[in-house]
């Protein structure tokens, strides 16, 4: 199949100078080739900055490469940006690498529970790799505890994380490196940072040491330390970060989610404190006036988004713009506030402009990860999504064949009373010529969603990390700008009407199905709904009838 290959070619595209305003943009190039394996997992992409702090993101079936500068030698490394994460790790110069793979990975919320995660033994997707061009090293702004600036900083995102992060993906990149640098280490192709060549580094000896591991085995250890890092024409001084001297990745990563995700407070290798990662450094640096940022994707085709901190465009998005709580699924893990960026969804289905399909009306708590290009399910809602789209699961690719379908189907989110609207195509990959497979997979064992790109490509989105809120409207793909600076409140914002209902949904069975499948004709309530769906359900009923009336077994078709 035809798979888009996102080569991050960061390049400073534009700085434009003004009164409080400071652009800072990097662009990625999106390339293609072809790969029939390629049922990717990642996509992520570029930067700007202003008086917020604007970045472009390359799309496509891929991931978010950023590049950065480290230390006084000004190393020059790749990372994969990711929400879902908080940590900044890189590798060392010297690193006892086994084998290279820089995939996205599902992981424990906490390495103390028993939480069971995927079996990666499936063919599942593949992703793509990108490299990236240098950045100028020139017209750098520094920001330092104290300092006052006009300029609010950006960046991107990807996925990774420690036993704490909650990633759906069993995604694997390690091909697609035909224009890639070239290392005599595998998981040095993006870069490494020689600590003993910095002068301004400084090694926290006093930190326990740095450990990750993921579900698909890979692992990334090491020690902790300080230093000057710089993205494109901003460096922040002495960001806290990890360099790994023993991994079976081949790329570092740049979280930015909430602080309470962060390895030193969420894992079992942490010393149970928290500490200033990228977006509270900007924050209390003055960089931006709070730990926020937007998010645009693009539409399918995009090659660029944006990603804007300290920001909201209100040219990208229609209708308003609505607020959601952030809810704290991890409590019973101990956690007092919410370590993941997680919603609750109060619905799903599908339509066109005749008919309604419901997936389920129950509630469930969601995942966004922006470092995700698929999404996840559990497996009873995944089953009556693949019944109401005529599926057939694949067990050995992980994921729902389906029949190619035409345009006028949209997936329907409900959150917290905010509507999305998905064109149903964009959650489709050709797999041959007239099959496709659903990019949405299973996520066995778990009983919440995650939404990756696919999904979230047709909102706009705005991250509050301070107020642990999420905004969001449906996505209206443009060029144009109008840009709004985030002071103590996201611009034009108001409430969902669902802001206030929190409570954590039980566990939920959606094994009852979805009320028809597509194609079928409609009832007269609106709903589509298949003869045969029908009989079904009250063979069912009848059956459960006579059994409780005979205290007898009852096996229904």
Known sequence: MKAYYLLGLFTICSIVLGENVNTFK?????????????????????????DSAEIELGNRQTFYLANIEVGSNEEEIGVLVDTGSSDLWIMAHDLNCERSSSSKRDIQIDSRS??????????????????????????KTTFSEGSETNLKPVWSVISNSSEVSISGSNYNIHNLMENTKSSDNECTRYGSFNFLDSDSFYRNQSASRFSISYADGTYARGFWGTDNVSFGNVTVRDLSFAVSNDTTSDIGILGI???????????QFGGNYQYENLPLKLRNQGAINKAAYSIYLGDEDSRVGTLLFGAVDSAKYSGDLQTVQIVNSARNYGYSEPIRIEVIVNGISLNDSNNEIEITSHDYTAVLDTGSTFSYFPTSLLRSLGEAVNGRFSSSLGAYIIDCIDDSYSFIINFSGVTINVPLKSLIQRYSNNQCFLSILEQSGSDYILFGDNVLRSAYLVFDLDDLEISMAQARYTTEESISVISSTV??????????STSLPSSVDDSGGPTGTLGSESNSGGRSSSASTNRFSKAKIYGLFIGLVFLIPVTLF
């Open 491 to 500: 611009p034009y914002a108001v409430r969902a009407p669902g802001y206030s």
């Open 114 to 139: 028993s939480e069971q995660v995927r079996d990666e033994n499936k063919a599942y997707v593949k992703g793509s790799r990108k490299d990236v061009e240098k950045i100028s090293k020139s017209n």
């Open 26 to 50: 990097i662009d990625f190039k999106v390339l293609t080739g072809d790969d029939k394996r390629d049922l990717s997992f990642e996509e992520r992409s570029y930067f700007t900055k202003r």
């Open 257 to 267: 989610g909430l602080p309470g995700l962060e390895t030193t407070y969420s894992s």
